[in-house]
């Protein structure tokens, strides 16, 4: 299982349109096939910058799902908001204290 780390960064304005698109979405990204965890973060200091947290079981998951009907309807409204280009990592955990 890995981590996938996305950050959003959106016109002030847009940042509604995002929200609504996210909580139609999230249960359906959340049980894309693979998905373990899916969490929504917001910059504590600049309110326009976003984070998406995703577990998945393999990178093939994952793959399969930025080829899906799903990914593509969603990112080609999300994209139209951003004022900045996304960045994206892959990486493992390696401590988890709870």
């Not at 999230?26 to 326009?48: M, V």
């Not at 004022?83 to 709870?98: F, I, R, T």
Request: negative net charge; charged residues 30%; hydrophobic residues 40%.
């Amino acid at each position: 299982m890995f981590v996938r780390i996305v950050k959003l960064s959106f016109h002030e304005e847009n940042i509604p349109a995002f929200m609504e698109n996210f909580e139609a979405n999230k249960d359906k990204i959340r049980n894309a096939d693979g998905n373990r965890f899916l969490e929504l973060y917001q910059d504590k200091n600049n309110k326009s910058i976003f984070f998406t947290y995703s577990y998945w079981e393999t990178e093939d998951d994952l793959e399969n799902y930025r080829k899906s009907a799903l990914f593509n309807e969603v990112w080609s409204f999300t994209k139209k908001l951003f004022n900045d280009k996304p960045e994206a990592w892959s990486v493992d955990k390696l401590v988890c204290l709870v």
